[in-house]
């Protein structure tokens, strides 16, 4: 298990109720059960049930032995919680399998961080997280990660948005990981939505690889992907991709990368597939340097080469988090500050 | 004050292009004072303001001369703490960037940007502090957010005022003019301004001014007596003007 200080020192309570902990492979072991928000251990029978109930379809995972939550959000209901994944144990592959749901008409908001301790060398997190946002629901997942230098991440998110639900994904990734696969999938039905955000620092060394798959099977609906990456001297793919579908589909992809030496490499895949004329999906990148206008000018306000450029890629932050929570946007400005913007 | 700013035998070259050819000129006037510069456009005198600062881009030879002190070679923030100011006519717009973010962090401690308290009424500039950096502002708030932002520089003995009266309506340019003024006066620090149409010069003490004219000084005198000649006769003619003469 992690130790305390060392918990403590690495992630931020933001002050929410309940307060979802998912240690190694070691089961959740506190489960909550109020009239708006249901938290269970994944291997809890009653998950089982709810799913065969409801009939819902999740992606398999052929693990022996695994960790994971249940949250439900309950028709018409608010809720909010945060979650944290924990690996203490070197060399660990944590394995996770989470279910979200948000039943119709509710509106759940999720703040979720993964750490683990700064004794921990090569972990890997590997999880398997089904979504399913009911009828005119509202689920706002929010992550911001702390992994080590030497950790491996690996998620596979698929979502599903019922007529007129919502579906925002706010991901940031700031500090030093070895490496991140994050692809989630999405598909959204008549008059629902959704909105991919991501925002990473990639140091040198790291492999980033972040985009998305919306597929916007419905009459009405909508899904953009925003990207945005500055690239410290590592590797950053991103693939995102649009289906549109369904009548009158709308869906916009955009990338802004800022390459802050000669050893950052960008590579934007988006794609872009219409199986209905009549569908708009459109998209837009820009790959490049930082300004050196703008550089220019803050010197001329008397800030030096250095100073002027972590001004600017701070502005770049700054826009790529309006829209986000207010706590997401404290908790990034809060990484900043400390971190020094990592360069 | 003597020698205060002058370039000798300057020479800018701009993407292979020279634009300004072995110019000398003394461009010193006293504390307080402007000097102005009149030109056509793409005579040069962007060009010079910005070879000055040290922008890049700009190729030099010859020597920029601050108080004495050989600017060539300082990269741009330095040159603004040995005392050298310019104030853009089109600033670059800085999304996510927030001027008074960027002032606090330039001053480094808040109850100094208190101080400033007095420059932000006169440059009815509260309203635009929180926001992006030139960013949607109209012509007037530009030239004031550019005010602004020099005020807050310490020690500057030479201000470089690129067309401040450029695109903005009168009630903005009487406020500009006003404000560079005393300015000067509060920074005990003299101005060189670059002016199309003169029209500002009713609200500041110029005592000196000057054509360029194809990358050259082509007249020097006092600027009310060459901004009517300049409306009377066009900049052609100052070329073979009696001030060069003799």
């Known amino acids: 298990m992690m130790n305390l200080e060392d918990f403590l020192n690495n992630y931020m309570n933001i002050g ?28 809890n029978p009653l998950v089982g049930k709810y799913i065969k109930e409801k009939k819902l379809v999740l992606q398999k995972n052929d693990w022996k032995k695994y960790t994971g939550y249940f949250i439900k959000c309950a028709k018409n209901s608010f809720g909010n919680a945060q979650t944290c994944f924990l690996t ?3 060399g660990l592959e944590q394995r996770v399998q989470n279910i ?25 997190h590997r999880s398997v997280t089904d979504i399913f946002v009911g009828e005119n629901a509202t689920l706002i997942f929010n992550m911001i990660h702390s992994w080590g230098s030497t950790s491996k991440v690996y998620p596979n998110v698929k979502v599903h948005v019922a007529k007129g639900g919502k579906y925002i994904s706010n991901y940031i990734v700031w500090e030093k990981v070895k490496e991140i696969i994050s692809n989630p999938t999405v598909e959204v039905d008549d008059g629902g939505q959704t909105i991919l955000n991501s925002l990473s620092y990639i140091h040198p060394k790291s492999n980033m690889d972040l985009g998305g798959n919306i597929k916007l099977l419905g009459k009405d609906s909508v899904g953009e992907i925003h990207s945005s990456a500055v690239n410290g001297g590592g590797d950053f793919v991103t693939n995102t991709i ?94 900043l500050e400390k971190a020094k913007l990592g360069f | 004050m003597g020698d205060m700013f ?18 000398t000129q003394d461009f010193t006037v006293p504390v307080g004072k402007f000097f102005v510069l009149f030109g056509p456009n793409g005579c040069g005198k962007s060009t010079l303001f910005r070879a000055c600062m040290g922008f890049s881009k700009y190729e030099v030879s010859g020597d920029i001369l601050l108080d004495g002190k050989k600017m060539n070679g300082l990269k741009i923030d330095k040159r603004v703490k040995s005392g050298l100011a310019y104030m853009y006519q089109n600033p670059p717009s800085l999304k996510g960037v927030k001027f008074e973010d960027v002032a606090k962090e330039s001053i480094g401690d808040d109850l100094v940007w208190k101080e400033y308290s007095k420059d932000i009424d006169s440059l009815d500039a509260r309203k635009f502090l929180k926001r992006d950096i030139n960013v949607g502002l109209s012509g007037g708030e530009v030239k004031r957010s550019e005010l602004l932002s020099l005020a807050i520089l310490e020690d500057t003995k030479v201000f470089l005022f690129d067309e401040p009266d450029s695109g903005i309506d009168l009630d ?42 194809r990358g050259k000084i082509a007249c020097v005198g006092k600027p009310m007596e060459i901004l009517e000649c300049i409306k009377e006769k066009g900049y052609s003619k100052c070329v073979n003007c009696e001030e060069v003469k003799k």
């Open chain 2, 172 to 213: 903005n340019l009487k406020k500009v003019g006003e404000y560079m003024g005393d300015l000067l006066k509060k920074k005990k620090a003299m101005g060189i301004i670059v002016t199309h149409s003169g029209d500002i010069l009713k609200y500041i003490d110029a005592v000196k001014g000057a054509v360029m004219y």
């Open chain 1, 100 to 124: 979200i749901v948000v039943e119709e008409g509710g509106h759940l908001e999720l703040f979720t961080g993964c750490l683990s301790g700064k004794h921990v060398k090569g972990n890997i």
């Open chain 1, 242 to 335: 649009l289906e549109g579908v369904g009548d009158n589909s709308k869906g916009h992809i955009d990338c802004n990368a800022l390459l802050l030496n000669d050893g950052a490499k960008v590579t934007a895949i988006p794609q872009l597939f219409s199986k209905n004329s009549n569908t708009q999906l459109t998209h837009e990148a820009f790959l490049g340097k930082v300004s050196s206008e703008e550089i220019e000018y803050l010197q001329t306000k008397g800030f030096s080469h250095d100073d002027a450029e972590e001004i600017v890629v701070k502005g770049f932050v700054n826009k790529s988090i309006v829209g986000m929570p207010e706590k997401v946007q404290e908790r990034m400005l809060d990484i």
């Open chain 1, 16 to 43: 929410l109720n309940p307060y979802i902990v998912l240690n190694d492979n070691e089961p959740l072991l506190l489960e909550s059960d109020t009239d708006s928000l249901e938290v269970l251990s994944i291997s």
């Open chain 2, 6 to 23: 002058k370039v000798k035998n300057l020479s800018v070259t701009v993407d292979g292009q020279e634009i300004i050819t072995d110019l």
């Open chain 1, 88 to 90: 203490s144990e070197e």
